[in-house]
């Protein structure tokens, strides 16, 4: 159990409100979000596209097997995350592919969210109709 665990990648990726727990295993490329299929969890193939960038760009991507565990968000914010947990956690696994994800933006985590509701107004930045009389 303790060798399972050393030659696993463990990470967290966060973007907007979704938090991604990813466990990288050698493997034959199998991914597993929530215990769901990966083609199941993401049917837009545009969110599959942006989940696997980390290992098409590293060629590892029949190399290990992925779970994950998804939390809050939508699937757009969701897959970033993802995206961001298997960056870390590849390069926990292989440090020396921390530079090629690093240069690609794989490593940088979105800072960008969700402004609050101010007090006296309809939203963010929106307000409530003005009248004169």
């Excluded at 990648?9 to 990813?22: D, L, M, N, P, T």
């Excluded at 837009?44 to 942006?50: A, G, P, S, T, W």
């Excluded at 779970?67 to 809050?72: C, D, H, L, V």
């Amino acid at each position: 159990m303790d060798n399972q665990i050393a030659s696993s990648g463990i990470a967290v990726g966060r973007r907007k409100e979704a938090v991604a727990r990813v466990k990288l295993v050698k493997g034959s490329g199998r991914i597993l979000i929530n215990s769901k299929p990966f083609d199941a969890y993401f049917p837009l193939d545009e969110h599959r596209k942006i989940v696997i960038q980390p290992l098409i760009l590293t060629d590892t991507l029949n190399k290990y097997d992925i779970f994950a565990n998804m939390r809050g968000g939508g699937l757009s914010g969701q897959a970033s995350a993802l995206q961001l947990g298997i960056a870390r956690a590849l390069v926990e696994l292989e440090p020396e592919l921390k530079d090629k994800l690093r240069k690609s933006g794989f490593l940088t985590r979105d800072p960008r969210m969700k402004e609050r509701k101010k007090y006296g107004q309809k939203g963010a930045r929106k307000r409530f109709q003005w009248t004169k009389r």
